[in-house]
């Protein structure tokens, strides 16, 4: 209903000017129903009762039985009338389909493909899977030319669509392509241009919806909820058939259903089921007053992608030495300039987490090789079927991730920020003895064996760890971002972490080789012993003292603003001459909904938002 009583399901036209525009038969998706001036949930509540569903004063056992169910229905009424049925079909098939099992198949798949039917090293592994997850360290770059670029008056649907042709048309070439391991580097651009459809589709739809849920602030975390429920179950649909087809031998094969998963997207888009409207013909074009309104942000934002396409480039052509070089150069050049972007304070912390991701070397070229390799390369070792290391690891993980938010929100809300980061740290450690008990063959000596020790270190602790310290950096960025500038400020730091990560593997590809890790047969792991205590003991345990170097001695229960104000080129950015292009007041809608937010002068322009967390254990933390 609308506030001047005018139904917006009925065929009565509201006197609301986005709504006759609509009518009028331009492509925005009709709006929601409106919260009627409601300021809280409870007069919502008494104004809409069939929105919701709580147990009466005496349930009895039925009610108790069929309360999930009643209370779901009603959860799905609130959100289709808020956010129309058209735009959750759009969420949907982004998140459940694209998101969801187009990237779990990615993630997933790249072990078993390279690895079993390339049949490349696992230092080459390490090299390939870096450039195929480079899009992640983009995101920023990708939301600012979206955001500055729109394509016949849209900021997003152009970009969507040519982000689902591309995909299609790299798991295509993958799925009926028999390439050879000489053509390993077109296998990595390949998944290259996977991941870019799916950082894309993730990135464009996260604004649209948190757009909306700034307008219907009263429906809290249901468009959230939507779309990291739908998530799930995409990534587990894709878990649960990684591990059985790699182990029958159908690698390639498996990328067949990737070819659907990555054009439906188009779909929805086709029907008109993402709500944009294109600009008005005087105001297309590239958006110079937006560019020079956040001029450092944006040469920020395109220095980082210029040296995430670098560090693809070094890592197809390069040697592992220059690989690690061209890691710490960018990787100080980037650090050294958010110092003129951020506030100092910020800039700090960010520094902090960067090294947090850095310091913990990824070496799944090595780790993974040793985990999945067979008797022949190791007689003696776990040997571990692509069912278990895929597909049964993901489940556990799932369940022990949320047993780490519970931890986090029932015992640390109220440490203080430097503890809430280092004592993961140690308990990252920890789990990484297991590794070495594993290479070692100490289990054994106790009589465990080693899939349960790899369930306990890796599925348990390491997991439960992980979202820990995820949490507590979500909390800090969100305590430190200036006002008005949380989106953005979000933006830059995913970007930076999941650079980070990529730091990590260029570490660890030059270490495997200078300790002559060798995964092709006759295999030598003599030194991954070694490897694992440099990577996963003593270079993260460096943390500990940054975390008291870099991060504010403040609770995480305090008032952290007042630390980043004053002036610097982010806020002067933010606060410019032209009040259409300043930030608007977004803030994070999900684990992670950040970025540069939109003009709010037509409410058609992009809001680039940076995608929620997903990792696997040796690989990569995509923020």
Known sequence: AHPEGRDFGSEHVPLNRKTQQTLAGNDEERPGKSEDGCRTVDELKK???????????????????????????????????????????????????????????????????????????????????????VPWSMKA???????????????????????????????????????????????AILFFFGHLGVVVVDLLCEGKYAELMIKYPLTGPDCVSWVWGTYMVGKLISSAA?????????????????????????????????????????????QMEKIKAHGPVF????????????????????????????????????????????????????????????????????????????????????????TFYTTYSSLLQAVFGWVGVVVFQTWMGDWSFRAIFWVPILLRVCASVFDIAIVNRWNHAIGLPDQATYIIGV??????????????GVVLTSKLCPREMEATVYALLAGFQNFGQNVSRSIGLYLMEALSIKTDKPCNFENLSLLLMICHLWLPLLGVPLAYLLLPPQRLSEDLLSLTTGSTSLAKGAHGSDPDATSGNYSPASR?????????ENDDSSAPLIAGADKNRYGSSDC
Not at 160 to 171: G, H, N, P, Q, V
């Open 592 to 600: 992670a909904d950040l970025a540069l937010t939109r003009d709010e």
């Open 47 to 133: 104004l809409h009762p069939e929105w919701y569903h709580e147990l009466p004063v005496a349930p009895s056992v039925g009610d108790y039985m069929v309360y999930p169910w009643l209370r779901y229905k009603a959860y799905h009424r609130r959100l289709i009338a808020h956010f129309t049925p058209r735009f959750v079909i759009m969420l949907a098939s982004a998140y459940m389909g694209v998101k969801g099992a187009l990237y779990g198949f990615l993630t997933a798949g790249l072990l078993p493909y390279f690895r079993s039917y390339l049949g490349v090293t696992g230092t080459t592994f390490q090299a390939y899977s870096t450039v195929a997850l």
């Open 141 to 187: 770059f990708i939301g600012l030319i979206s955001d500055s670029m729109p394509i016949f008056g849209y900021f997003k649907k152009p970009y969507l669509l040519f982000a689902s042709i591309f995909a299609t048309f790299a798991f295509a070439v993958i799925a009926f392509t028999s390439l050879t391991a000489d053509q390993a580097k077109i296998a």
């Open 459 to 472: 599925n348990i602790i390491y997991e439960v760890t992980y979202m820990l310290e995820f949490m507590a």
């Open 242 to 286: 990684v591990g059985p087809m790699s182990d029958g031998g159908y690698v390639r094969e498996m990328f067949l259903i990737c070819i659907p998963l990555a054009a439906q997207v188009c779909i929805p888009l086709f029907m008109g089921y993402f709500p944009e409207t294109p600009l008005p013909a005087h105001r297309r074009g590239i």
């Open 299 to 386: 040469m920020f934002a395109m220095l980082m992608g210029g040296c995430a396409l670098g560090m693809a480039l070094v890592n197809l052509f390069g040697s592992s030495l220059a690989v690690l070089l061209y890691a710490v150069c960018s990787s100080v050049v980037l650090c050294t300039a958010a110092f003129f972007v951020l506030p100092r304070t910020l800039a700090k912390c960010n520094l902090n987490m960067f090294l947090a991701m850095a310091l913990y070397v990824q070496i799944d070229g090595a780790m993974e090789y040793f985990y999945t390799a067979d008797s022949e390369c190791i007689p003696d070792g776990p040997n571990f079927s692509y």
